[in-house]
């Protein structure tokens, strides 16, 4: 019987170093499991169909909500509901790991040039 290797998401974040261009790292069901890397700002955007779930696999990266904001740092997640207008802070490169529907726009209601292509594996 042959051995089937896990995902490894620390070395899936070592094939690619561009930031807020999120990679498919697995599925379930119809729900993707994406690897991140994030440096900056992001846009201001919303997801008027579903949660966007961030788990901050290293670094920290700030959530900002328009009635506050919350920090996560490596091991902690967040899930921001459906509808809630939110964008992502990075001071230093974080990474993160998101867990969302198949065909979910990174920058969900407001495109942008930080817009990036669907579906891209690692």
């Not at 379930?28 to 997801?47: R, T």
Request: hydrophobic share 35%; net charge negative.
């Amino acid at each position: 019987m042959d051995e089937i290797p896990p995902v490894n998401v620390s070395q899936k974040l070592s094939l690619f170093s561009d930031h807020w261009s999120p990679r498919v790292i697995a599925e379930l069901n119809d729900y993707q499991i994406k690897v991140a890397k994030l440096c900056g700002e992001f846009v201001w955007h919303s997801h008027a169909d579903t949660d966007e779930m961030f788990y901050c696999v290293s670094g920290s990266v700030r959530i900002e909500l328009r009635e506050g904001s919350v920090t996560l740092t490596s091991g902690e997640m967040y899930v921001v509901p459906k509808g809630v207008e939110h964008r992502p802070v990075a001071d230093e490169e974080c990474h993160v790991l998101l867990i969302e529907p198949r065909g979910v726009i990174n920058t969900g209601d407001t495109p942008s040039d930080r817009t990036a292509p669907n579906d891209r594996w690692v």
